[in-house]
Structure formats: C-alpha cells, structure tokens
C-alpha cells in the first residue's frame, strides 16, 4: 500500500507564492506518474497539474499554466508544485495523487488533502 502525504498549504495574498510537497512511500515511486488536483467550496474536484514517472514530461490545466510548476525528485519520494502569482480563485483543498492507471485515467493513491487559502 502507498501512502501519500501532502505538507505545505496555509494562507497568502494575492499574488504571493506557495509550494506544496507531496511524499509518497514506496520503493516503486520513480515509476509512477504523479498529478495535483483541487476542490474548492461548492465544486467539483479538478486538476491542477501532473507530470510523468521520469519529469521529462508535465502538464497542467489551462487556468494554471504559467503560474504553477510540477516537479519531482525520485531520489526523495516527493512531488512538488510551486504555486506563484496566485489568485483567489486558487482558493481550495490541494490532492496530490500517484500511480496513474492509463488504461481508467484514474490515480490509485490519493493523499488526505491540504487547504490553499488566497486572501484578496
């Protein structure tokens, strides 16, 4: 079983930056793509970002790109995203999920959640 652990969320205004870190047990994390996704107040969970088992390929929702950035270091077992000019509309509890299934598009592993607060 993998356990995902996401750390790093908390309160900022607008325009400031965050980064969130999600480790991941397991010895097999290199070969799991990993992915971030968001569910604010009222809505549906969506996604945010995800990037490949090797890093050499990310991608992310078009309401992100350029602000955010996937990354990951295998040797540490963690995922980031580096969150900058962030807005109020990135208000919303932050997922890290590992191992995609290409076959259902679906996760196995999802981590408790963090909340994002962007104050205006």
């Known amino acids: 079983q993998v356990q995902v652990v996401e750390s790093g969320g908390g309160l900022v205004q607008a325009g400031g930056s965050l980064r969130l870190s999600c480790a991941a047990s397991g010895r097999t994390f290199s070969r799991y793509a990993m992915g971030w996704f968001r569910q604010a107040p009222g809505k549906e969970r969506e996604f945010v970002a995800a990037?490949?088992?090797?890093?050499?390929?990310?991608d992310y929702a078009g309401s992100v790109k350029g602000r955010f950035t996937i990354s990951r270091d295998n040797a540490k077992n963690t995922v980031y995203l580096q969150m900058n000019s962030l807005k109020p509309a990135d208000t919303a509890v932050y997922y890290c999920?590992?191992?995609?299934?290409?076959?259902?598009?679906?996760?196995?592993?999802w981590g408790q959640g963090l909340q994002v607060t962007v104050s205006s």
């Open positions: 990037i490949s088992w090797s890093g050499g390929i990310a």
């Open positions: 999920a590992a191992d995609l299934d290409i076959a259902t598009m679906s996760y196995h592993y």
